[in-house]
């Protein structure tokens, strides 16, 4: 296995290839800017120059990767057209290089209530609603994948426990982003978690199981989801 990370430098991607270093996972992480990435990035990571804006650049970037994983995000901004820029025509772009470098497996860091075009964080340019749409397109794509929509990142890691349900169950809560890291990383090697959407939250409440039992219980995006607060 070989992972490529989109999104690399960012709070959540940089913890992802931190995480894939650390078990010895050879990695190539997508930068716009090779010396900020040098100071953030252990020095284990490949670093490919890159924009997911530019398509003609991903190929080659992606190389002898083997596994996808997309952590970008647009930035709060005054730039009404960066969501889309971004969460849908970026993630768009790796798609379809994805699909040509015949990429085994692309994990998609999406976001908690995406489904609900009238949440409040779609005052922020519809960034909901272009992560929603960058959703279908990878479903709809014919390559295997796991989309993981977290709640509320936090910097900070905590002792909470994971707590995964299926698509459009879960409406509140909040994780570290380290532990969204976790949950990507250990999809790449479950095929339970294979086409599947995966929402996560933390609580210092729940009962601890293993990514084993997280991922069975969550059913395919063929299966009926049932949601359990009806």
């Known amino acids: ?29 997508l930068v716009r800017d090779r010396e900020k990435a040098t100071e953030m990035l252990p020095p284990e990571a490949e670093l490919v120059v890159g924009d997911v804006s530019k398509p003609e650049q ?33 993630t768009r772009h790796l798609i379809d290089a994805a699909k040509a470098k015949n990429i085994q497996q692309f994990v998609f860091v999406s976001s908690l209530c995406v489904s609900q075009f009238f949440h409040p964080l779609n005052l922020f340019w519809l960034v909901l609603y272009w992560k929603k749409q960058a959703e279908k397109d990878l ?17 900070a890691d905590n002792e909470d426990v994971i707590v995964m349900q299926g698509a459009d169950t ?12 976790q949950v990507c990383i250990e999809a790449l090697f479950d095929m339970a978690t294979h086409n599947k959407i995966l929402e996560i939250v933390a609580r210092p409440d729940a009962s601890e199981k293993p990514f084993s039992e997280l991922f069975a219980s969550v059913g395919t995006m063929s299966d009926p989801v049932v949601d359990s607060r009806v």
């Open 1 to 29: 296995m070989k992972a490529f990370v989109a999104g690399a430098t960012g709070r959540t991607g940089r913890r992802i290839v931190e995480q894939l270093v650390q078990r010895e996972i050879p990695v190539r992480a």
């Open 58 to 90: 991903l190929a080659d970037a992606i190389a002898d990767a083997t596994v996808l994983l997309c952590a970008t995000g647009a930035k709060p901004s005054v730039d009404p057209f960066g969501p889309y820029q971004v969460d849908y025509a970026g």
């Open 139 to 155: 479903i709809q794509s014919g390559l295997t994948y796991t989309i993981v929509r977290p709640g509320g990142l936090l910097d």
């Open 170 to 181: 879960l409406s509140e809560g909040r994780i570290p982003r380290s532990k969204v890291a």
